[in-house]
């Protein structure tokens, strides 16, 4: 059924561009690093550093590079993020609706995310779309984010091309993830970082809703053998 189409296989970052989650992490960031007496990062800070996996993060944004501090941080984190932080952080507006109709038509969906395993897997359950995805990597197995492994692994999963495939993210992260997997991208301009910091890493196309999705994935042309 997929034959004819120029991507078969779309794979989706998480945070910032399926679930609008950005508030949430900015908000326990914050509030980690006043428990842990670091100083608390601005917004902007935090920001810029989602999408990486979270050890990475903690280096970028405290200096932190001990993995017993590193460890007492994300304990901190995750406690936060999971049962004391109220922000909300549902699906954003039209997800469903995009994600169904792509499954109609046969495309395989899949997600490369800066969460751990165990985050992803309450995130699907919570709101009730893991069984749209078929393939996944979290940041607990595999390199962080620029680092091609994620898709690697997801290519050699799924047995597709990286020229079958195209990643879609909110972040330069995601996007120089899959410049370096030789793998065409789509920028999201609803997360964490806008336009032009999208568009300097050369993506395929840059949306404004996830409505526009179908429609860019049908203009797409199928390259020649």
Not at 59 to 81: G, M, N, P, T, V
Not at 143 to 158: A, D, E, N, V, Y
Not at 159 to 170: K, N, P, S
Not at 195 to 208: F, K, R, W
């Amino acid at each position: 059924m997929s034959s004819n189409l120029r991507f078969p296989l779309v794979v989706f970052d998480w945070d910032g561009t399926l679930m609008d989650s950005v508030p949430r992490i900015v908000s326990c960031m914050q509030k980690m690093a006043q428990q842990a007496s670091l100083p608390v990062p601005a917004e902007s800070a935090v920001r810029d550093i989602i999408g990486l996996s979270l050890w990475v993060a903690l280096e970028r944004l405290f200096d932190c590079h001990e993995e017993s501090e590193q460890q007492q941080l994300i304990a901190i984190y995750r406690e936060l993020y999971v049962h004391t932080d109220p922000t909300p952080s549902p699906l954003f507006n039209g997800v469903v609706d995009v994600l169904t109709e792509l499954t109609e038509q046969g495309v395989q969906l899949g997600v490369a995310t800066g969460k751990a395993r165990q985050g992803l897997e309450r995130a699907w359950q919570q709101t009730n779309t893991g069984h749209f995805f078929s393939v996944s990597r979290c940041a607990d197995e595999a390199q962080s984010k620029p680092h091609p492994q994620m898709l690697q692994q997801i290519l050699t999963h799924t047995g597709y091309t990286a020229e079958q495939t195209v990643m879609i993210g909110d972040s330069r992260y995601d996007l120089q993830m899959a410049k370096n997997a030789g793998m065409p991208s789509i920028g999201v301009t609803w997360g964490v970082h806008d336009h032009g910091e999208l568009d300097a890493e050369q993506p395929i196309a840059i949306m404004q809703a996830i409505e526009e999705l179908p429609y860019i994935l049908r203009q797409a042309k199928i390259t020649p053998a």
